[in-house]
């Protein structure tokens, strides 16, 4: 069982919280998350907001929303124990908790629904209403009873014609299968654009605060909107933590580069939190800006979009040649995804154009116009179970023989490669660090230091 790597107490807290799901992805659960928050951050609340499943598009909205940064929840990934414990966290610090739903309600396993089941946390389903009627509430319906026992907070419908096509939803509804809390119009100067992996990064759009604001402004119009904060208490949960204890300091003195900027975003921001809980400096560099690496004991470059910005990336000369020589000093590099493509020696474009990367890792990529791989997947080293995932668009030709696989945690999943070469360890797999922080540890090591596996009671 992973857990998180904080210390812990094991006093209960009660906070309104909602889990915001809905019948597919593409429905509207993360504008309408994200207006919740916006709605009373305005108000002057307090709101910490969570996202289902491994998603690092998602967050930056919600983020944007409420002004804090966005963990993610996954009972398969985080492990229980990392979700109670995040959660019971934000309760010391929040009026509000919102967790954005992953996919349908009922997709993935374990899906949304068992996570709010579990923890108690009531549900509110976005519908897209679109190009419905009485089906409607046949959707609802489903939603609210498919699974017995199932939290439920009521239904918001999405991109609704107008007054009239939103009387003809609400007369839908069963009895029971309510609250309906109104219907926000179909707009499309509220839409956010979508790109191969998601949604566009928010801080790529400059009118994104302003596409956020119309969103919140359509959502006090309703009544869920307009609904009282002595009302949310309703939705008030308990959260509860077990105690659980600082991990010990494997990174104690350690200092590790982070690359961040728009070709290399998909940072969970609970690893950096669990890097610097193991005692190391964190601090980051952009590329894109061709900012040399700063002095470091160790690098990490994560995932995001380096298709998009592969001739920026070419012509960052004093980048390369500062992770060059890192890489020839022997320090420890971790290179995901995205991180990986950046070091090898081309990337083929969607157009494909041949773009020369920085040629550190032999081997090329070569961007596909479908989805290559998706799903959860682990690495068992001897220092723990890493947790993550994988997602991509890309596929590499490597003449390295893989040091490791990762296991998919699906039946239709293919094992993903861990490729070493010198001090790089790279691969498509993205970790959730707090999974098992020793492993993570080892990541940033350098590798004829690693340490022997720590016994089990030592684990977190």
Not at 211 to 232: I, M, N, V
Request: hydrophobic share 50%; with cysteine; proline share 8%.
């Amino acid at each position: 069982m992973t857990t998180g790597v904080a210390a812990m107490s094991a006093a209960t807290l009660r906070c309104p919280a909602l889990l915001i799901a809905a019948p597919a992805s593409g429905q509207g659960k993360t504008s309408v998350t994200a207006a919740l928050a916006r709605v009373q951050a305005r108000r002057g609340r307090r709101v910490r907001v969570f996202k289902c499943g491994p998603d690092f598009l998602d967050p930056q909205w919600l983020e944007l929303a409420s002004g804090h940064p966005v963990d993610n929840l996954d009972l398969w990934m985080n492990g229980e124990a990392d979700v109670r414990a995040r959660l019971a966290r934000a309760a010391r610090q929040a009026d509000l908790i919102l967790i954005e739903g992953v996919m349908g309600l009922y997709d993935g396993e374990p899906s949304a629904a068992e996570l709010a089941q579990r923890l108690g946390i009531p549900v509110l389903a976005v519908v897209d209403a679109g190009a419905m009627a009485g089906t409607f509430g046949a959707v609802v319906h489903g939603l609210r009873h498919y699974r017995p026992g199932l939290p439920w907070a009521g239904v918001l419908a999405n991109r609704v014609a107008g007054a009239g096509h939103a009387r003809m939803l609400q007369t839908a509804l069963r009895d029971g299968d309510g609250p309906w809390w109104g219907a926000l119009p179909r707009d499309e100067g509220m839409a956010w654009p979508e790109r191969h992996l998601g949604l566009t990064q928010a801080a790529e759009l400059p009118d994104a605060q302003a596409r956020l604001d119309r969103l919140a402004d359509a959502l006090e119009a309703t009544s869920l909107g307009e609904l009282a904060w002595t009302e949310w208490q309703r939705w008030a949960v308990a959260l509860e933590a077990p105690a659980a204890p600082a991990p010990p300091p494997w990174l104690a003195g350690r200092r590790i580069a982070v690359a961040r900027d728009a070709a290399f975003s998909f940072i969970y921001p609970a690893n950096v939190q669990t890097l610097q809980a193991l005692g190391a400096e964190v601090v980051f560099f952009s590329p894109l800006a061709d900012e040399p690496l700063p002095p470091a004991d160790a690098l990490w470059l994560p995932g995001g979009y380096p298709e998009l910005h592969a001739d920026a990336l070419t012509a960052a000369g004093r980048t390369r040649a500062s992770v060059q020589h890192h890489v020839q000093a022997g320090r420890p590099v971790w290179a995901e995804c995205g991180g990986m493509l950046a070091l090898l020696q081309a990337l083929t474009l969607a157009d494909g154009r041949s773009v020369p990367m920085w040629g550190l890792l032999p081997g090329e990529a070569v961007m596909r116009a479908r989805l290559v791989a998706l799903g959860p997947h682990a690495w068992v080293m001897p220092w723990g179970e890493l947790r993550g995932h994988t997602f991509h668009y890309s596929e590499t030709q490597m003449p390295l023989p893989p040091h490791a696989h990762t296991t998919p945690a699906r039946a239709h999943g293919r094992p993903e490669a861990i490729w070493r070469h010198g001090s790089v360890m790279a691969s498509y797999f993205h970790a959730w660090f707090a999974s098992a922080a020793q492993a993570a540890a080892q990541l940033f090591l350098p590798q004829d230091a690693w340490a022997p596996a720590a016994p089990q009671e030592a684990a977190v």
